[in-house]
């Protein structure tokens, strides 16, 4: 899959489609919530997933995340809905891991070039920067 159409799913999932929260939050926290979300889901959650010969690769393109967008990775971590994310994703990293290293390859490599691509690309720095405003609010 081209980095573009990667982006391109990754943005659409992040600001547009529905999580399921709560009635009472406001747009602007379901915003919050949902980028939090499938930021972890995408990065720490799928690292998680990766086949333990992937892991350090990709770790260090989430290192390589972290130190290109500092400021955003620090109100993912501190966001009230971190710990939020982690819990919706703990049943299904489970479930994953069960399966086989070659099962889980795909997913590991989407991981891997969906973060390659937010910190490579123009689409994917400008959908950083668009999430970190969101964020700031």
């Not at 899959?1 to 982006?7: D, E, F, Q, V």
């Not at 992040?14 to 499938?38: C, P, Q, W, Y």
Request: hydrophobic content about 35%; glycine content about 2%.
């Amino acid at each position: 899959m081209k980095s573009n159409n990667i982006l391109q799913l990754l943005v659409i999932s992040i600001l547009f489609l529905s999580n399921g929260m709560a009635e009472e939050l406001t747009k602007i926290e379901k915003d919050k919530r949902h980028i939090v979300s499938r930021m972890y889901q995408a990065t720490y959650g799928m690292l998680q997933v990766c086949p333990d010969r992937e892991v350090d690769s990709f770790k260090a393109i989430i290192v390589n995340f972290e130190e290109t967008y500092p400021e955003f990775t620090k109100l993912l971590k501190e966001s009230q809905y971190h710990q939020y994310a982690i819990d919706m994703t703990a049943h299904d990293i489970a479930r994953e891991r069960k399966k086989s290293d070659e099962l889980r390859m795909p997913q590991c490599s989407f991981g891997k070039a969906m973060t390659q691509s937010l910190i490579n690309t123009t689409d994917g720095q400008k959908s950083v920067y668009d999430m970190l405003e969101k964020l700031k609010k």
